[in-house]
């Protein structure tokens, strides 16, 4: 009830495990405190995998917290909201928004530009900003942080009512809980961040979620041409029915990645995304990228300590370097309009579930997801 503690299951992350596949995360029986002031206790009902949760499991993230309650792409629905909530009540449908927004501070007021401040170094800390402390507690009573102001490997979560977008009803959450990463950063990576013009080319280096979901941007941006890049052939085939119109396994080339796609487009492509987080693949992306005007965005994610490095030649000679967080969403405002746009069958979001699940299967889920066959599994609470 409303104000209450909620004694509820949650997929605890108990310390890093760089084998995040082997049975990784504990179910155990946590508290959730109720909301304080600013905040919405939301009922998770489907949550994703995304690469990200096993990179911070595996030990990679620099900010990686333990234990914590990691999960960041998923649906729910409001059980209650603490003191000077308005925007919000029960019985709302909402996807959690790991890219927050508060419309007032200097990031937010910027057009085009997301990485609200409001709430952020409190998320980064795994605490709650109203009095720096996480929500969930263990059957000890000892404290599990919160991971990406989100953690919804959990029956109940906390949020920063920044970090929470309002939906409509009408939408099926076990569907849209992808928008709250993947493929919204996928198309808006595409769309906002690099710009993407009507009948330009481009190359796209990892073909999970995310890729597919740069290249499904690109083709409803008007490319003329899309090169797909991965290791796996099997990924190469899954890329084809998303509109990849060329085909490229690095593996299986006597020369660069690079070079290969230089040579197939006279001066390299308009524009590159690097999907992997390999921080060799960034540079492959970057000098494939046209002469004089290519963009390429960085969207993958790289384990601390990596640094990325080119000559600088390759700037001079007119590439451009960029990254994207989220594809440039505003999320509390711009995620219900990406909802819309599926409702309206628009834009794909099935198509990228491969798996689902129980939530009690979600090491399973990590194990598959290690396996490369799967590009979304979703999991019901
Ligand atoms: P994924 O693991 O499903 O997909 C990665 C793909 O890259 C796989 O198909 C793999 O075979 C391929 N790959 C690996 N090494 C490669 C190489 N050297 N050359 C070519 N292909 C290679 O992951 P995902 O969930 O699609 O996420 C992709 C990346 O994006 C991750 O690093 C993730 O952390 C990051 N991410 C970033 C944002 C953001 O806002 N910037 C959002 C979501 C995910
Ligand atoms: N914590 C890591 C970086 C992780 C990172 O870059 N995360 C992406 C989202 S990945 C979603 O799957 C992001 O948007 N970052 C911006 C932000 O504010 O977190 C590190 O290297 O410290
Ligand atoms: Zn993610």
């Known amino acids: 009830a409303a104000g209450q ?24 029986e946590v508290t959730v405190a109720p909301p304080q002031a600013g905040e919405v206790r939301v009922k998770i009902t489907h949550a994703a995998l995304c690469h990200t949760d096993a ?19 998923a649906a729910g629905i409001v059980e209650s909201v603490g003191e000077g909530v308005t925007e919000f009540e029960p019985g709302d449908h909402v996807v959690p928004c790991y890219q927050a927004y508060c419309g007032k501070c200097e990031f937010c007021l910027r057009p085009r530009i997301n990485l609200c401040t409001s709430v952020r170094a409190f998320t980064g800390a795994g605490v709650m900003k109203a009095d720096s402390k996480p929500r969930f507690t263990d059957s000890k009573g000892d404290p599990i ?3 990406m102001g989100t953690s919804t490997f959990a029956e109940y979560t906390v949020l920063h009512q920044e970090s929470v977008a309002k939906i409509t009803k009408a939408a099926p959450l076990e569907k849209v809980c992808l928008l709250g990463c993947g493929i919204s950063t996928g198309w808006g990576a595409v769309w906002n961040t690099a710009e993407f013009e009507k009948g330009s080319t481009a190359a796209v280096f990892g073909l999970g979620a995310v890729g597919l979901s740069v290249i499904e941007g690109c083709k409803i941006a008007g490319a003329s041409r899309i090169i797909a890049v991965d290791l796996l052939d099997k990924k190469l085939e899954v890329a084809k029915k998303w509109g990849a119109t060329d085909f490229v396994n690095p593996s299986k080339l006597d020369k660069p990645v690079q070079q290969a796609i230089v ?11 690097d999907c992997t987080g390999n921080v060799e693949v960034m540079r492959a992306a970057l000098e494939c990228s046209h002469r004089g005007w290519g963009k390429s965005v960085v969207i993958g994610v790289a384990a ?34 990406l909802v819309d746009r599926y409702m309206k069958g628009e834009v794909k979001i099935d198509e990228y579930i491969t798996h689902e699940m129980k939530f009690e299967e979600i090491n399973k889920a990590l194990k598959l997801l290690h396996e490369g066959d799967c590009l979304r599994c979703v999991l019901a609470l």
Not at 5 to 28: G, H, M
Not at 304 to 325: D, H, N, V, Y
Request: glycine letters at 12%; one cysteine or more.
């Open 55 to 73: 990179f911070t499991l595996c030990g990679d993230d620099p900010e990686g917290k333990f234990p914590s309650i990691l999960g960041h792409e």
């Open 5 to 28: 503690p909620i004694k509820c299951t949650a997929a605890v992350a108990r310390a890093a495990k760089k084998n995040y596949w082997e049975d990784a995360l504990v179910l155990e």
């Open 304 to 337: 601390a300590g990596k640094e990325i490095s080119t000559r600088p030649f390759q700037l001079i000679t007119g590439r451009q370097w960029m990254g994207s967080a989220f594809g440039g969403w505003k999320s509390k405002l711009e995620v219900p309009g």
């Open 145 to 147: 942080y919160h991971f």
């Open 263 to 273: 040579d197939m487009t006279g001066f390299g492509v308009d524009y590159s995304f």
